[in-house]
């Protein structure tokens, strides 16, 4: 027997519409791309939404096409979300920061059919746009004033190319399963791959973001999404901001500390998020200037683990709450976040730092558990780590035309790729990534906790541990050490400033001193390459 | 073309599952109805519903049965909603307070199954057990100590019949529109009728409710629902407390003041909800007692209006912010809360009162609209009044069995019956309810209104207003007055009074006094009784 309650399909457009029409005047703030701030407000952007639909399907976009965007965070790169969405179509999300090569790939696999780009991107797009035959126009998120001239092909102004609709059109209704944005994973190994949200999982997801335990956010709050749209999902903002109603103050193009840093103390910023690298420039930023922070109440800090001295600084100099937080592409992304539970409200100082440095718990909606390679459940003690998997109405089922390898296994779990501990109040923290942890004899060695600790050698640059093959023990660890410039160091000086300070079993086979360690686009040390270099390594005490 | 994310149906157990699983040691506590606390955790309220629904199946209880409980909110109550939606059976609360030929009726109409019901509730079900042949056992929450001689069929104590099964069982998986839940609606007039919640819109309700600017509900709270959970879905706390793993303190029988003050001081409830005549106790407790309460952030109250003095009282002397809410069974029941947008933030004193005294403005999920009686949107101005009318995923579309009249219009809209105003902001303000509300010269007029302005003379006790017939402006306001004992007053007293307190076309036409005015079983005025009684009255200046 079914319930009697109303079909009202979980839809994007609704999102919007519900900020419009209960938050209308509440305004979205935009550091444009052309440089003046911009403010407009929701009752804005959703008219203008629904001129960036009815001009899409008079383009001949239909349900279900993708319509790239290359874009900072604007007002119009969130109209354009909620305009593409609108009509069914999807919005894929190029990050602008991969090589061109990658670009091009990740167009030509999607098939995208209009490309929306801000002038920034003008002059890569005209050097590939002869490898992106799927393209049928390139629209320029800019007015007439700015439009440059270009080659690219049926180039026009979003303002000029809005303006020929008259907005006399409603949004489209279909199944609330429909497709509604795309993100490709920037994978270390083999191509991009596709994760292809539906208009249930955002929604859903949204409600998940803006829980009291989750960003917190209402409408009187003042956010400022520094993640940019084109990262994993833009962490949600574009939907739970509206949600909730709150004001929304977007930095477009200029991500320095000093930029980000006139926003927040202009606005009254009382929320943002991004990546540590972003904070690191601000905190900077500040200790030159000697600002303040005084509005900014909460930080959510994701992408890469958060530096202890950064919560301490955002915390201790600036009463700034940090959240820490863990999500994936494949997750809408949001993961878990480190909001304190009762457990550990009460704690202060280095106590309270090291929960802090864990990503935290999961809303409702997402399930997590660790297992071990067989599958076995392992048990919540904050030290045994395993594979963390995970479920969830927002937590992707497949990649797009079905590539990207097998990671999705029976009962529905993800296979996250990362390893991690839950703690007994159900805190997971990420240990190591499954590729890279060292299996010795049976239990596995955090790579990620040897490097931290190699880190702190007040002769090292930088610090890589690989597992190498070992006759007895399948792998032991390698330590791979960059000097600092003019330093000079020893096997002997590194193992004994570790001892003690790691399990004995734990502690590298040998050391080996480097010029330079791989990096990938992105940053990360690159281990394959690692891996490949030391392929034929030979440990101390081993027989050839 | 559909999105990629994985089929996780919002069903109810998955909440439980979640609270037990992220929020596992956190308290449900609860004054039994035998007396002492009763102190127990998530984990255990997980396991024992887990015992509930085995139990069930094994007395042949199948997906989409009704089971009806009988209960105050205790830690069985809220085991038992788990158990009995964990197999796809159905909850179906009924309201004690109703007259027994009602809960014969309800019981009968539902076809209940199976009896839940608390001690208290025995000597009331051994009167009309004959009356009630679809019931084939009768379990009593309590355990074998307490368990009374009865004569009620195959009665068994909760605690007995639980112990029969072994918890070696799973949740069963169904479709998230499968019915979960079902509440009767007390109409005026007609029958009950009967809503029914499913799996997905008690889930989504939930989100809604524990959003900040809604309930703001987070896991540090300690969450105490004396708003019964027979009472419109018990206001979804037995689902957004859990989603959270807030502290749960459950009141049970007990709810005068003195009472309720005990488990907030000595739990330090830090969030509570209920309709304004238990707050008038608690209050009336306090100035008695000169109680204070240091640990109360936040108390709902909904049900009927706020009085303005009480939301006074608790902000002013108590410090306890109050949010006026407002829903129906119908919607599941949240549809608006009066927390503050920045537009109002600011406001203190009179000023805050007054936006206080509205209804608030729905979280996203609820869609809202006033309309005049052709259908057609009246303006957002907080002073025009028209037909509420909603929509949303917690919003139902019918009534059980497709009985209970024609309220669900073309467009998927739920007249609620109530007539309110919109204000600029979007919060709205409960004018009437429209089969009160006085229709003159096309106009309308708000019989409440004038209610509450009688009511301000000194010489009154009880005021109802009613249209009578009017030949030229269709209807008149009619004011029926029952005096304060002792006191002696005229018709041209009162419409003194009122002269210059509302517009001129609204003061009553006449007044007319008398000994008392009839009451529902819920204490509401009986308007469609006093129509009745005053069907022929003739206006002064209307010829016959």
Redesign the interface.
């Known amino acids: ?8 399909p ?1 839809l994007l457009h ?2 919007i ?2 900020a419009a ?6 305004k979205v703030i935009t550091r444009s791309v052309e440089g003046p701030i911009v403010e407009t407000d929701y009752r804005a952007i959703r008219a203008r939404a629904l001129l960036v639909a009815q001009r899409l399907e008079r383009d001949g976009i239909a ?2 096409d993708r319509v790239a965007t290359l874009a900072w965070n604007t007002w119009r790169h969130l109209e354009a979300w909620y305009g593409i969405t609108g009509i069914g179509a ?1 919005y894929h999300t190029v990050n602008p920061r991969l090589f061109p090569e990658q670009i091009v790939w990740i167009v030509n696999h999607a098939e995208d059919r209009v490309m929306m780009a801000d002038l920034t991107f003008v002059p890569l797009l005209e050097k590939i746009a002869d490898k992106l035959p799927t393209i049928e126009r390139y629209i320029i998120l800019t007015d007439a004033a700015h439009m440059p001239a270009t080659s690219l092909k049926n180039a026009v102004a979003y303002e000029d190319w809005i303006a020929e609709a008259d907005g006399d059109f409603t949004w489209r209704s279909f ?1 609330e ?4 944005g795309m993100c490709y994973t920037s994978g270390t190994t083999g191509h991009p791959k596709g ?7 955002n929604v ?1 997801h949204a ?2 973001a ?4 989750s960003k ?5 709050d003042v956010c400022m999404p520094v993640v940019p749209m084109f990262h994993a999902n833009g962490w949600s903002l574009a939907f739970s901001t509206p ?3 709150a ?1 929304l103050v977007l930095p477009g193009a200029k991500m320095d500390g000093a930029s980000i840093y006139e926003l927040l103390d202009t606005y009254k910023v009382s929320f943002t998020a991004a990546v540590p690298t972003v904070w690191l420039m601000l905190l900077q930023d500040l200790e030159k200037t000697g600002g303040k922070l005084p509005y900014l109440r909460r930080v959510v800090i994701g992408g890469s683990a958060c530096p202890r001295a950064m919560t301490q600084k955002f915390e201790d100099i600036y009463g700034v709450e940090v959240v820490h937080a863990w999500g994936m592409t494949e997750m ?1 992304p949001l993961g878990s976040l480190c ?5 550990y ?1 009460g704690l202060t100082g280095e106590a309270r730092l090291d929960v802090q440095m864990k990503q935290g ?2 809303p ?2 997402v ?1 997590m558990k660790i297992t071990d390679d067989a599958g076995r459940d392992l048990p919540w003690d904050g030290k045994t780590f395993g594979r963390l998997k995970v ?10 035309k079905g590539e990207g390898g097998e990671v999705f296994e029976p009962g ?1 779990w ?1 296979d996250t790729g990362d390893v991690a501990t839950m703690d007994p109040c ?1 805190y997971m923290q990420i240990t190591d990534r499954a590729k890279d942890v060292i299996k010795s004899g049976g239990e596995w060695i955090s790579t990620i906790d040897l490097e931290n600790l190699a880190v702190g050698h007040p002769k090292v640059a930088e610090a890589a541990v690989i597992g190498v093959a070992h006759p007895k023990w399948d792998e032991r660890p390698l330590l791979v050490i960059v000097l600092k410039k003019g330093e000079t160091a020893t096997k002997d000086d590194l193992l004994a400033f570790m001892q003690g300070r790691c399990a004995s079993w734990w502690m590298p086979d040998d050391v080996v001193f480097v010029d330079e360690i791989p990096h990938t686009a992105t940053g990360k040390i690159q281990k394959i390459e690692l891996r490949k270099r030391f392929a034929g390594y030979v440990l101390p005490g081993v027989g050839v």
């Open positions: 027997m079914f319930g009697l309650m109303q079909d009202w979980l609704r999102i519409d519900h029409t209960f938050h209308g005047p509440r349900p279900g999807v199944d399963n429909t497709a509604a994760v292809l949200y539906s208009h249930r999982s859903l409600f998940m803006a829980l009291p335990d917190n956010l209402k409408s009187s949600m909730v109603g004001t809408s909001t304190m539970k009762p457990e409200a718990h999961p409702f909606g399930e479920r969830g109405p927002a937590v992707a089922r497949s990649y797009y529905g993800f159900g």
